[in-house]
Nanobody
Framework: QLQLVESGGGLVQPGGSLRLSCAAS????????VGWFRQAPGKEREGVSC????????NYADSVKGRFTISRDNAKNTIYLQMNSLKPEDTGVYYC???????????????????WGQGTQVTVSS
């Protein structure tokens, strides 16, 4: 059964760092790619970053570009999101998602994804 499990969230002060993990099973994240999304309180879910299947290509929302880095460990079927220089506006529930089709070039549109994890809470606050 296809499954995605996020971990690594928590409370961090502005300027701090967190590394999120997305453990995939039931599909190959290395072949299909994975997207990271987040949902702030009272806001719609938005794309944060994605990594494609096959030869690595990545994409980032403008709001996190230069601060977040997505990577993968195909042997572990796990996707990571390294988040640095965190800001209060980064607060939200972070989800990883499996695409409907293999991502030749990753996309940040929610409609392109079919399966979602339960999410992990990230809170950036003093």
């Amino acid at each position: 059964q296809l499954q995605l499990v996020e971990s690594g969230g928590g409370l961090v002060q502005p300027g701090g760092s967190l590394r999120l993990s997305c453990a995939a099973s039931g599909f190959s994240s290395g072949d299909y790619g994975v997207g990271w999304f987040r949902q702030a309180p009272g806001k719609e879910r938005e794309g944060v970053s994605c990594i494609n299947g096959g030869v690595t290509s990545t994409n980032y929302a403008d709001s996190v570009k230069g601060r977040f880095t997505i990577s993968r460990d195909n042997a572990k079927n796990t996707i990571y999101l390294q988040m640095n220089s965190l800001k209060p506006e980064d607060t939200g529930v972070y989800y990883c998602a499996a695409p409907k089709l293999p991502l030749g070039r990753c996309i940040l549109s929610e409609g392109g994804y079919a399966h979602w994890g339960q999410g992990t809470q990230v809170t950036v606050s003093s």
